[in-house]
């Protein structure tokens, strides 16, 4: 059975930096296309962005919203998957879940709050 | 961007009756390559992560009782629970895996009449 952690989450300062971690395992994660989904409290799901498996190319795409301010990145060796956060902004502030999406493996999000 | 919108936003049932929400794409998310249609359903309840309860538009995955069925095509695609039970009250989020930007439907809230 899948398992998905995501930790890391917690209360920032806008302008501020902050890094998501997901741990993986019951599932092969190096082969595994992965994405991180937020949701803002009282709102509907966002897919944040997605990072393919090494062997495909390890290529990451990303909303418009958070492009060019986080980076998805994946570390096989230790089935953890990561999201770099910089410049949040209070409209960052959403529970952010790890998850192979349709394939059904979801985690049960970790908090990040944006707030002066 | 494919835009995704859902109807009805909200629907309550009577408890053993049908629900039916409605997903459309602003955009086919029908692939060529490989004839599939690339749409999931999932389901949300309070303080869970979501749960996907059909993919490729119409296969139930695994686990998911046989009166949550997908279907349609193209750009518009439809969730059905046949029979309304209590624990199906919860939000239901269509999303097209078709080209990224991914994107979600706004949700349905299903409540019991």
């Not at chain 1, 209360?11 to 599932?27: D, H, I, N, Q």
Request: glycine fraction near 10%; charge should be neutral.
């Amino acid at each position: 059975e899948a398992h998905l952690v995501e930790s890391g989450g917690g209360l920032v300062k806008p302008g501020e930096s902050l890094r998501l971690s997901c741990a993986v395992s019951g599932f092969t994660f190096s082969d595994a296309w992965m994405n991180w989904v937020r949701q803002a409290p009282g709102k509907g799901l966002e897919w944040v962005g997605r990072i393919k498996s090494k062997i495909d190319g390890g290529t990451t795409y990303y909303a418009a919203p958070v492009q060019g301010r986080f980076i998805i990145s994946r570390d096989d060796s230790k089935n953890t998957l990561y999201i770099q956060m910089n410049s949040l902004k209070t409209e960052d502030t959403a529970v952010y879940y790890c998850t192979t999406l349709w394939y059904g493996d979801w985690g049960q999000g970790t908090l990040v709050t944006v707030s002066s | 961007d494919i835009v995704m919108t859902q109807s009805p936003d909200s629907l309550a049932v009577s408890l053993g009756e049908r629900a039916t929400i409605n997903c459309k794409s602003g955009q086919s998310v029908l692939s060529s390559s490989n004839n599939k249609n690339h749409l999931a359903w999932y389901q949300q309840k309070p303080g869970q992560p979501p749960k996907v309860l059909i993919s490729w538009a119409s296969t139930r995955q695994s686990g998911v009782p046989d009166r949550f069925s997908g279907s349609g095509s193209g750009t518009d695609f439809t969730l059905t629970i046949s029979s309304l039970q209590a624990e199906d009250v919860a939000v239901y989020y269509c999303q097209q895996y078709y080209d990224v930007p991914f994107t979600f439907g706004p949700g349905t809230r299903v409540d019991i009449k």
